[in-house]
């Protein structure tokens, strides 16, 4: 990872996985935020695809539960699942959303390659909420929550594929940190099929250097590939309020620093996402340029490293 490859860039403008208007601004918003040029600083080629435009085509509906935009999710879906894998051959691809729907596209995308290269894939999902729902047990029926169970190959969702995937994310390999927000059915899920779930309560107790390592140590054994998947709302609201989907007692702004300095060190990561950045709800481009400095984190530079920022102004009257 860390050689000094290529970054490739592209913007994931969905919003028809969630209720809340606004992610679709999120690519422009990081763009604006200066993630290109704070790459280019620590001495990455950054090649900017732009943001994707998904293709028309026709996708079936699950015949049972609640599935919201179903064929729009799906043309998303098969349309970024094809640019992932080709960018994967020749860069390392960040993919801008947009809401965390996009996953479904990127992970295929990704393990798709991985397969090619005879290399198992990881997925570290650093999120407040699972997004292991199916259509059959989502009560919003925002897909946006089926993301992990979508490319994970459960077969109530397969649906938004062009076929079933070859080779579907073994649960067992989905790591999550951050959880605290599970729908009761979901979590039956999540147990069923054996994913690593590290909710806030984990991290409170021994912090977020253990779990991380312990997958770290596996995926090395391995020579396994990782995706990582950081959803806004990982975050505590405090410091990241740009979200439609905040939950309190989210990750705390040095832990998250952390997470990404230890993946940096690890040279296992070969993917990442950016996901439900909403700069509707922002303040003054908090957020942008906090997943900026952590995307900075992730690629090398180091927290005393980060440039100085004048403060910000307080609010005057009208």
Excluded at 21 to 47: S, Y
Excluded at 53 to 73: D, M, R, V, W, Y
Excluded at 80 to 89: N, P, R, S, T, V
Excluded at 145 to 164: N, W
């Amino acid at each position: 990872m860390f050689e000094r490859q290529s970054i490739g860039l592209l913007g994931v403008p969905v919003q028809d996985g969630t209720h809340e208007k606004g992610c679709l601004m999120g690519p422009d918003a990081l763009r604006t935020a200066g993630i290109v040029e704070t790459l280019t600083g620590l001495g990455f080629a950054c090649i900017d695809h732009g943001n994707l435009t998904p293709t028309s085509l026709e996708a079936t509906p699950p015949t049972k539960g609640n599935a919201n935009n179903f064929k729009q999710i799906a043309n998303w879906t098969r349309s970024l699942a094809d640019q992932a894998y080709a960018m994967a051959k020749d860069s390392f691809p960040i993919f801008l959303g947009g809401d965390h729907s996009l996953s479904m596209g990127s992970v295929a995308g990704m393990v798709r390659h991985a397969a090619e290269c005879d290399r198992a894939l990881y997925v570290l999902w650093l999120d407040a909420h699972p997004d292991f729902n199916i259509p059959q047990t989502s009560d919003s029926g925002n897909m946006h929550g089926m993301s992990v169970a979508a490319f994970c190959g459960l077969k109530a969702i397969e649906g938004v594929y062009a076929a079933p995937l070859a080779h579907p994310v073994d649960p067992t390999q989905v790591h999550m940190m951050g959880i605290r927000s599970v729908d009761r059915q979901e979590r039956e899920l999540l147990k069923s099929h054996g994913v690593h779930v590290h909710d806030m309560r984990v991290l409170d107790e021994v912090g977020v250097m253990q779990p991380l390592q312990q997958m770290l140590d596996e995926i090395k054994a391995r020579k396994a590939m990782l995706h990582v998947s950081l959803d806004v709302d990982f975050l505590d609201p405090s410091i990241a309020p740009a979200v439609g989907t905040t939950v309190p007692g989210g990750a705390t702004f040095r832990e998250a620093h952390l997470i990404m300095e230890m993946l940096h060190e690890s040279e296992c990561v070969t993917s990442l996402d950016l996901v439900e950045l909403n700069p509707f709800l922002d303040h003054r481009g908090k957020t942008a340029e906090l997943l900026t400095d952590l995307t900075a984190s992730l690629f090398g530079r180091k927290i005393f490293d980060r440039p100085t920022r004048r403060p910000r102004p307080m609010p005057g009257p009208y």
